[in-house]
C-alpha cells in the first residue's frame, strides 16, 4: 500500500532521510520510532506531497507520489497531525465535512457519512456545531481523525496525534485507536517518539536513527532483542513498554 524506495531528503546540505526503504502492507498498522530530526515526519511528508525526494521514490498503491495528481493522491489518504489542523473559524461539522461538500457530495451523503463518523470516534453529537477552540484537546483530534477518515481512505497517516494531550486523555485514546485500527483495516503509518504506544498501536515497529532505520519487526523483537547499541538505549531511555506487552499478552 505505500512503499520508499531508497529515499534520499536532504535539507541545507543535511541528510534526512539516507537511501531508506521501507514497505507497509496493506491493511497492517507500522509505528515509526525514533528522537526527534531522525525523518519520521519527512516521510509522513513524502506519502502526501508536501515534499519530495531529492532520490529515490514513494509509491503509495503502487504508484509514483510525483508532482503531478496529488489532488486525487490526497483524497486516498487521511492525515492527522500533533495539534489537529482544524480550521479555528469552522465548527465541527464544517471541518469534517468540508472536502467532502467541496467534491460535491450530495448533502445526504455527507450527513449519513458525519453521523457514522461521530459513531465511530466517539463524539457526542451536541458537539457538531463547536469551534475548535471550544472542543477539548481529546475532542479536536477525534474531530481531526473524523476529518481523516470523511472520504474514506485506504490509508491513514497519524504524526503524533495524541503527544501533545495530557496523560489520562491519551491513554483512553490510545486504545480507542488500538481497537479502530482493528475494526477499520486500513494501513496505518503513525509516528511516535513513545515505545509503549508503539507497542500497543503497532503490529509493526520501525526504529529510525538519523535517517536510517536502526531496527524494524515487532515490538516484541524491538523490546527482548535490540538489535544495535542506539536500539539498546532507546529502549532503556523509556519504561512502561513491558507492562503495556504483559497486559497484551494476558
Request: hydrophobic share 45%; proline share 5%; aromatic share 4%.
Amino acid at each position: 500500500m505505500l512503499e520508499y524506495r531508497a529515499v534520499h531528503v536532504a535539507f541545507d546540505g543535511r541528510a534526512v532521510l539516507d537511501g531508506l526503504s521501507l514497505h507497509c502492507a496493506p491493511g497492517t498498522t507500522t509505528a515509526l520510532l525514533g528522537p526527534s530530526g531522525c525523518g519520521k515526519s519527512t516521510l509522513l511528508r513524502l506519502a502526501v506531497g508536501l515534499l519530495h525526494a531529492d532520490r529515490g521514490s514513494v509509491h503509495v498503491d503502487g504508484r509514483p507520489v510525483g508532482r503531478e495528481g496529488l489532488v486525487a493522491l490526497r483524497q486516498r489518504i487521511g492525515y492527522v497531525i500533533q495539534q489537529g489542523g482544524l480550521f479555528p473559524h469552522l465548527d465541527l461539522h464544517d471541518n469534517v465535512t468540508l472536502l467532502a461538500r467541496e467534491l460535491g457530495w450530495p448533502a445526504p451523503r455527507v450527513a449519513a457519512r458525519f453521523a457514522e463518523l461521530l459513531e465511530l470516534v466517539r463524539l457526542d453529537p451536541v458537539l457538531r456545531a463547536r469551534r475548535p477552540g471550544d472542543l477539548s484537546g481529546g475532542e479536536r483530534q477525534r474531530a481531526a481523525l473524523m476529518r481523516a477518515l470523511m472520504l474514506v481512505p485506504p490509508l491513514l497517516l497519524l504524526d503524533e496525534p495524541l503527544a501533545a494531550l495530557d496523560p489520562l486523555v491519551r491513554s483512553g485514546l490510545q486504545r480507542e485507536l488500538r481497537e479502530l485500527f482493528a475494526r477499520l483495516g486500513k494501513t496505518v503509518l503513525m509516528v511516535t517518539h513513545d515505545i509503549a504506544e508503539a507497542v500497543l498501536l503497532g503490529e509493526r515497529v520501525v526504529l529510525m536513527h538519523d535517517g536510517r532505520i536502526e531496527q524494524q519487526g515487532t515490538a516484541r523483537e524491538l523490546l527482548e532483542a535490540p538489535a544495535t547499541a542506539f536500539a539498546q538505549a532507546f529502549v532503556v531511555a523509556q519504561r512502561g513498554a513491558r507492562e503495556v506487552l504483559a497486559e497484551l499478552d494476558g
